[in-house]
């Protein structure tokens, strides 16, 4: 299996050479794929996004989204799997662009288009915006092809696992919605027993230098309270919401 894989991609990178390179799209993707090193593109694009408030959800998941791919492919799956690139091994193959890194499985330019082009596509309100989104993954995806620097199976293997990046940072920015959500129906506690947002007192008489010697204590225990340091009579309480009283 892993050899009939091999004999595919190295065909489809010659039958690339052979049939759609010239000077023009040399250039122009030559370029292009060169954007994306080490996620240039995508960290700018996103990173400008959290300067406006409509953008900044869609900027800051598409950030972790491709801190996971970078995780899983330059951190691990390249140095676990060791594939050597394709101009060391196909003959009459020949590169358009330097490459220093030596790991050509699975390709990092192209999980992080997808992992980043993925989460900006779920956040965009317009089709056209979506699909422009997912369009230039799947060109940075090819780019790796035409300048001979990936195996056809390398940049799949890249878009799976931007793709499940994404769905990961999605799961993420769900779940940090749902507990904002609880949060916000729950309120504040009613009785006031847990953070001491009601009201109390202390028994009649209590010397107040012992009571406001006891005041920091209070404050911490009960953070949601209001203290009242002033003697009302030979009382000394705590009061909620500014309105001080005394029973």
Same mark, same amino acid.
């Given at each position: 299996?892993?050899?009939?894989?091999?004999?595919?991609?190295?065909?489809?990178?010659?039958?690339?050479?052979?049939?759609?390179?010239?000077?023009?799209?040399?250039?122009?993707?030559?370029?292009?794929?060169?954007?994306?090193?080490?996620?240039?593109?995508?960290?700018?694009?996103?990173?400008?996004?959290?300067?406006f408030?409509?953008?900044?959800?869609?900027?800051?998941?598409? *950030?972790?989204?491709?801190?996971? #791919? !970078?995780? @899983?492919?330059?951190?691990? =799956?390249?140095?676990?799997?060791?594939?050597? +690139?394709?101009?060391?091994v196909?003959?009459g193959?020949?590169?358009?662009?330097?490459?220093?890194?030596?790991?050509?499985?699975?390709?990092?330019?192209?999980?992080?288009?997808?992992?980043?082009?993925?989460?900006?596509?779920?956040?965009?309100?317009?089709?056209?915006?979506?699909?422009?989104?997912?369009?230039?993954?799947?060109?940075?995806?090819?780019?790796?092809?035409?300048?001979?620097?990936?195996?056809?199976?390398?940049? *799949?293997?890249?878009?799976?696992? #931007? !793709?499940? @990046?994404?769905?990961?940072? =999605?799961?993420?920015?769900?779940?940090?919605? +749902?507990?904002?959500?609880?949060?916000?129906?729950?309120?504040p506690?009613?009785?006031?027993?847990?953070?001491?947002?009601?009201?109390?007192?202390?028994?009649?008489?209590?010397?107040?230098?012992?009571?406001?010697?006891?005041?920091?204590i209070?404050?911490?225990?009960?953070?949601?309270?209001?203290?009242?340091?002033?003697?009302?009579?030979?009382?000394?309480?705590?009061?909620?919401?500014?309105?001080?009283?005394?029973?």
């Open positions: 299996m892993l050899e009939m894989i091999q004999a595919l991609d190295e065909a489809a990178l010659l039958w690339i050479q052979e049939w759609l390179r010239c000077p023009v799209l040399d250039t122009f993707f030559s370029a292009f794929t060169q954007l994306g090193n080490a996620g240039l593109v995508w960290l700018v694009v996103s990173g400008g996004m959290l300067l408030p409509k953008a900044r959800r869609a900027g800051f998941w598409a *950030l972790v989204a491709m801190l996971f #791919g !970078l995780l @899983c492919t330059n951190i691990v =799956l390249k140095h676990l799997v060791g594939r050597v +690139r394709p101009w060391l196909v003959e193959l020949t590169r358009l662009v330097a490459e220093h890194d030596p790991n050509s499985f699975p390709s990092g330019h192209t999980c992080a288009a997808f992992a980043a082009g993925a989460t900006w596509a779920r956040y965009a309100k317009k089709r056209w915006l979506k699909g422009l989104c997912i369009a230039q993954a799947v060109l940075m995806g090819f780019s790796r092809l035409y300048v001979g620097v990936h195996f056809p199976s390398d940049v *799949l293997a890249g878009c799976a696992v #931007g !793709l499940s @990046c994404a769905w990961l940072s =999605l799961q993420g920015s769900q779940w940090v919605d +749902r507990k904002r959500d609880r949060n916000e129906r729950a309120g506690d009613p009785g006031g027993h847990g953070s001491g947002d009601g009201l109390a007192r202390l028994p009649p008489g209590a010397p107040g230098g012992l009571f406001l010697g006891r005041v920091p209070l404050e911490g225990r009960f953070p949601g309270a209001g203290l009242d340091r002033e003697p009302d009579g030979d009382r000394h309480h705590i009061r909620r919401g500014g309105h001080s009283g005394g029973h």
